[in-house]
């Protein structure tokens, strides 16, 4: 067995509160996005965002986004025509890159608006 030690192990410090602030290097922190998708040239505006060609398909890839913790919260704002998401990942040519692979996106329903960094301060 192998036991693997960083220096906060060895000599940890603690700040004002009591909790442990030791000196080792801590391993980089994924970032939070805010993403927002708006409609494509493929979306069909008479229809509903349910009754869209690949509905099922989109839905099973978002869900397994959320399941892999990319993306945190999302869903549709305003009147439907854009879905803001808070998304966790290591940069912005991440998401494009995940995003990309939805069938929604290679079917020009949905394409990324914005991507912007968010320091999400509050929550749970």
């Known amino acids: 067995m192998i036991l693997v030690t960083c220096k906060s192990d060895v000599h940890p410090q603690h700040d004002e509160g009591g909790r442990n602030v030791g000196i080792g290097q801590y391993a980089p922190a994924m970032a939070n996005f805010a993403v927002r998708l708006v409609h494509g040239p493929g979306w069909d505006p008479s229809r509903q965002i349910r009754d869209q060609d690949g509905w099922d398909e989109h839905a099973a890839f978002m869900d397994g986004l959320v399941d892999d913790g990319?993306?945190?919260?999302?869903?549709?704002?305003?009147?439907?025509?854009?879905?803001?998401?808070?998304?966790?990942a290591a940069d912005e040519n991440d998401i494009r890159t995940r995003?990309?692979?939805?069938?929604?996106?290679?079917?020009?329903?949905?394409?990324?608006?914005?991507?912007?960094?968010?320091?999400?301060?509050?929550?749970?």
Do not use: C, K
Request: glycine share 16%.
């Open 70 to 88: 990319f993306v945190i919260l999302g869903g549709p704002v305003g009147n439907g025509e854009q879905t803001l998401h808070v998304i966790e």
């Open 99 to 124: 995003l990309a692979r939805d069938p929604w996106a290679s079917a020009g329903l949905l394409q990324i608006g914005t991507i912007e960094p968010w320091l999400l301060w509050l929550g749970r």
